[in-house]
């Protein structure tokens, strides 16, 4: 079982110490979700090095390149911004990363790439995930990628400020798709390729524009004697020109009919020419009004795929019917039904006619021209069923894949079983059996899964739709911002109500709860949460009961209603232990434990997360176990067993650095700072709040930033510096105020008044206190009683003094 589930334990800001309010049981904000890494300057995981490798065979573009480095040295004290514009196949991408390594220098804390899709046959990537893949290249996990997208662009912007970083955004369809992903500081530069102007970028964001025009008949032979230089020395000048003109001067042609001509080395090229006019004339028939420019490369697309072999043939337009433009050789190899041998030999023939790149060892993609023109050939030429069965065989191969993935990344007890039917004959998925290669998989295949999700639901692969994200919940969980997967978990929740298959509905919209409790929408969480519970109980699968009513109740204590979480832990608990799932039944006890604290109930709040941390310590999840501790830590501060209450922190600490989770680490620094205090330690619980709000601040933490900031401000109170109090308990309640998280602002608010009555400012801080009460209003737990009383009291008229 996974400690760093979304739905394990309570979310940051339900802890007890948040509960009681007391001045010296302060915010004690815990994430729980993820790993990120800090490290000084550098970036955590070194200077990214993104982009494609160099071009070959380029020729020219002197003016081209010049225009650029204008860009360049005209850049002072704002971000630039380059868009390189042009037809299809007139060579852009080449031209960019061509750019790109001649100026790498310059940009000495490295170069991020994305293809944008923007004219792919699929949806164009989402500034959404390209913000999310440009910060995992950052080296920020998936947890401490903020959740909106304005929130990620905010954080890519920080990342970047100070450093020269290249960023080149590829294929762009809109300025609406790139300004999100466009750096915010000097230094920088945005190196952009599209079809379109993007006028907007001009207007707004004072863009440059680097028009690329087809290659001149000179330029162009130019290109054709470098590409078959060594393979056809003999050829006419005269002839190289005319295969030149029918290519129309765009690189991605030139470079077919040159390959085309190097395979037939003992054809002569007018005979190779006429045959490109025959396809020319098919094309100009049968296009609409493209120009010329698109029937010229069409034309040669089909000049070079009708001399394939046929079984190469074949492959090409069944890779039109992948559900992404990248493709590894397994992948290939069941999409095809054939052994990987067979098909690496078929794929080495796609990637010799260049109707194919291949970017890494057994890894391959189209040129979104190519895969267009694939999937035109598989509508044409392959039969409808074969076609059925090609889509049938590479979906099965992800799933079956992906759930080797999750047993070996997420192993866990008391996730909801998904029971698979048998791959199809000749598809072999993966077996990934150590923990790095199922790693390195679901993070080179993230994009194919996605769009294996959405292909699954619009070929009416149903079954494979719904459980394609149930099977992977476990992985990307840990390793996704929680929108990464949101859509695909509705189109999947719809296949499994099309097919009506209740368990696969309650597990989506339990998954879909969870989203919606990560970002405060109570409501829409609760009802997620009652409806699996309902589509469990149809098919009497209780432990899908038990797990939902447990999500249930970590949604009430979201929105700090104890009351009706503890029943509900409490219905799930005895669920959960009726079946003897342990690894389910401790996680409940926990969170049963951290809402008795809530209520008061301090010695049942203990005895139930010690069982809980023994029963984990017996089945060896060591995460988990610092988490329970973490909980534990709080319930015996408030017991006054400060002495047990800082073995069990320092456990949890000792364990999250050994996993090396930053974020479970800093959890641990802000509840081992609110013990400090409490310990009259004020100056060692400075160093760790300030530790914890160093890594919530580089990776955009806040709930974490504004726990570490009010105790940093408690310390400072102890230490009678109540300026530096009050200037972070300011910055904690800011961050709360923007969350819009009413308790955590409450809490803050009154620290916050304390420290302005330190100082003598009376009025300022009635005024905190009384916005505090006007927010505790709808709160009624004892602790929260408690607190509104402590706040009445010191509101009493009253001269305050510096101490």
């Not at 955009?700 to 400072?716: C, K, M, S």
Request: proline share 4%.
């Amino acid at each position: 079982m996974s400690g760093d589930d979304e739905e394990d334990l309570a979310p940051a800001g339900t802890t007890h110490s948040e509960m009681s309010g007391s001045a010296h049981n302060v915010v004690q904000v815990r994430d729980i979700y993820g790993d990120v890494h800090v490290q000084g300057r550098d970036f955590p995981h070194g200077h990214p090095r993104q982009l494609p490798g160099r071009v070959r065979h380029f020729i020219n573009r002197t003016a081209e390149l010049g225009r650029m480095d204008d860009v360049l040295d005209a850049a002072h004290d704002t971000p630039a911004v380059c868009v390189v514009t042009g037809t299809a196949g007139v060579g852009k991408t080449s031209l960019a990363v061509h750019w790109a390594h001649l100026v790498e220098h310059r940009f000495p804390d490295g170069q991020l790439y994305i293809n944008l899709r923007g004219h792919d046959p699929g949806q164009p990537v989402e500034p959404d995930a390209a913000l999310d893949q440009f910060l995992r290249g950052l080296g920020v996990t998936a947890k401490g990628v903020p959740a909106d997208v304005q929130a990620k662009a905010a954080l890519f912007r920080s990342l970047l400020a100070g450093r020269r970083v290249l960023v080149l955004l590829d294929n762009a369809i809109s300025p609406e798709q790139v300004r999100p992903l466009l750096p915010g500081t000097s230094g920088c530069l945005a190196l952009i390729t599209s079809r379109s102007q993007l006028s907007g970028l001009s207007i707004r964001e004072g863009a440059w524009s680097v028009p690329v025009h087809v290659l001149d008949p000179a330029d162009s032979t130019a290109l054709l004697r470098e590409v078959m230089a060594g393979h056809r020395s003999a050829d006419d000048p005269a002839d190289l020109t005319e295969l030149a003109r029918l290519c129309a001067g765009l690189p991605l042609a030139l470079r077919i009919a040159a390959d085309r001509a190097i395979t037939h080395p003992w054809a002569r090229l007018t005979d190779l020419m006429a045959d490109l006019r025959d396809e020319s004339g098919l094309w100009t028939a049968l296009s609409t009004a493209d120009g010329d420019e698109s029937g010229a490369v069409r034309a040669v697309f089909a000049w070079s795929y009708r001399a394939l072999t046929a079984d190469a043939a074949r492959l090409f337009r069944l890779l039109g019917l992948h559900p992404g433009a990248q493709f590894s050789l397994p992948a290939s190899a069941a999409l095809a039904g054939l052994d990987n041998s067979t098909t690496r030999g078929l794929l080495d023939g796609l990637v010799a006619n260049h109707l194919i790149d291949q970017i890494a060892s057994d890894r391959y993609q189209f040129h979104d021209l190519l895969r267009a023109y694939a999937l035109d050939q598989a509508r044409l030429d392959e039969p409808p069923d074969q076609q059925v069965s090609a889509t049938r065989r590479v979906l099965s191969w992800y799933l079956h894949t992906a759930d080797s993935a999750r047993r070996v990344l997420a192993p866990s007890l008391h996730r909801m079983p998904i029971q698979l039917t048998a791959a199809p004959e000749g598809v072999a998925p993966l077996v990934l059996a150590d923990h790095q290669r199922a790693a390195d998989w679901y993070e080179t295949e993230r994009a194919n899964l996605l769009d294996a999700t959405m292909s699954a639901a619009r070929t009416g692969n149903l079954v494979m739709a719904w459980q394609l994200p149930a099977v992977l919940a476990a992985i990307y969980d840990n390793r996704d911002s929680g929108r990464t997967w949101a859509d695909a978990e509705k189109v999947a929740l719809e296949a499994a109500r099309q097919v009506q298959d209740s368990y696969g509905e309650g597990v989506l919209l339990d998954r879909i709860g969870i989203k919606h409790r990560a970002q405060r929408d109570i409501g829409a969480a609760a009802n997620c949460f009652d409806a699996a519970i309902a589509a469990f109980r149809a098919v009497g699968d209780r432990l899908g009961v038990a797990r939902s009513m447990h999500n249930l109740g970590l949604t009430h204590l979201v929105d700090h209603q104890p009351v009706a979480a503890l029943s509900t832990f409490e219905e799930s608990l005895a669920i959960a232990s009726e079946l003897g799932n342990r690894p389910m039944a401790s996680v409940i006890e926990v969170n049963l434990g951290v809402t008795l604290s809530h209520l008061g109930e301090l010695t049942a709040a203990d005895r139930h997360i010690t069982s809980a941390v023994a029963a984990v310590r017996e089945f060896g999840d060591e995460t988990l176990e610092a988490r329970a501790l973490l909980e534990l830590c709080a319930v015996q501060q408030e017991l006054g067993e400060l002495d047990l209450a800082h073995e069990s922190i320092q456990r949890a600490l000792s364990v999250a650095r050994a996993h090396t989770s930053l974020p479970l680490e800093s959890g641990c620094l802000v509840a081992l700072g609110t013990l400090q205090i409490a310990m009259n330690e004020p100056e060692q619980a400075l160093e760790s709040s300030q530790r914890a709000a160093a890594i919530a601040r580089r990776f955009g933490n806040r709930t974490i930033e504004a726990g570490a900031f009010d105790v940093t401000g408690l310390a400072y109170r102890e230490l009678h510096r109540y300026d530096d109090a009050i200037a972070f308990h300011l910055a904690a309640v800011r961050m709360h105020r923007d969350r819009e998280t009413d308790w955590e602002l409450a809490v803050s608010l009154d620290h916050l008044a304390a420290a302005l009555d330190s100082t003598g400012r009376t009025d300022e801080a009635r005024e905190r206190w009384s916005e505090a009460l006007t927010l505790l209003t709808r709160f009624t737990w004892p602790a929260a009683n408690a607190l509104k009383d402590r706040i009445d009291r010191h509101r009493g008229p009253r001269t305050s003094k510096r101490s």
